[in-house]
């Protein structure tokens, strides 16, 4: 199925540390969504993104809309060991039921 | 918490058999989709319901088949069930064309 090309794999950081991780798309998309997904759970919601340009916050997380719509970006700034998890993007084309989703972002942090 | 609710947790079945999940949404949504996410990738789309009607689908055969109930719950089921359908299996509700909440998904091997 359709995915999003989403890097790196996999981090490992220590703590205190900023991490950067992007995701990029052959389409273009009306939103984009980057989600975090901790073992045994369903993926929450961090940050959603609805117009080219785009900056948006969440406390020490920050996401962009890429200008040609066919990227997005999350930055994570002071990581904490709460912080460990697997992030995904997903876009989202206006008018479509479906959320397409990156591979994910695996974070490690060593303390 | 997101307000979606998902049963069974987990679940093991054996090949060829027939498995319904369900899925009860978040107050105030109308709308349910489902995914699939295999180990250690992101999760694809498999339908979303709307109005009890199937509004949109993925790349799955029939033999994946949903219901939506006037209560917005839903169900998702599988006949003839195949190793390659051993995955976790997300529900995510959410207003009309809104943003989606993911439950915790229910865990499905089959052997």
């Known amino acids: 199925g359709q995915q999003l090309n989403q890097s790196p794999q996999s981090m490992f950081i220590q703590e205190g540390e900023d991490v950067s991780m992007n995701c990029t798309s052959s389409?273009?998309?009306?939103?984009w969504l980057w989600y975090k997904q901790d073992p045994g759970e369903g993926p929450v919601l961090l940050i959603a993104?609805?117009?080219?340009?785009e900056l948006t916050s969440n406390g020490r997380l920050t996401a962009q809309f890429g200008i040609t719509r066919k990227d997005s970006f999350l930055n994570i700034s002071a990581s904490i060991p709460s912080d460990v998890g697997i992030y995904f993007c997903a876009g989202q084309v206006q008018g479509a039921q479906k959320l397409v989703f990156g591979q994910g972002t695996r974070l490690t942090i060593n303390p | 918490e997101t307000g979606v609710t998902q049963s069974p947790t987990h679940l093991i079945k054996t090949r060829g058999q027939q498995v319904t999940l369900r899925c009860s949404s978040q107050?105030?949504?109308?709308?349910v989709s489902w995914y699939q996410q295999a180990l250690g990738q992101g999760p694809q789309f498999i339908f979303q319901y709307y109005r009890e009607e199937e509004n949109g689908r993925g790349n799955f055969p029939p033999r994946f088949s949903g219901l939506q109930f006037p209560n917005y719950s839903s169900e998702l089921n599988v006949n003839a069930l195949e190793l390659d359908d051993s995955a976790l299996y997300l529900c995510a509700s959410s207003r009309t064309d809104g943003i989606q909440y993911f439950g915790a998904g229910t865990r499905l091997s089959v052997l």
């Open positions: 993104l609805y117009k080219a340009g």
């Open positions: 389409s273009i998309f009306n939103t």
């Open positions: 107050s105030g949504h109308n709308t």
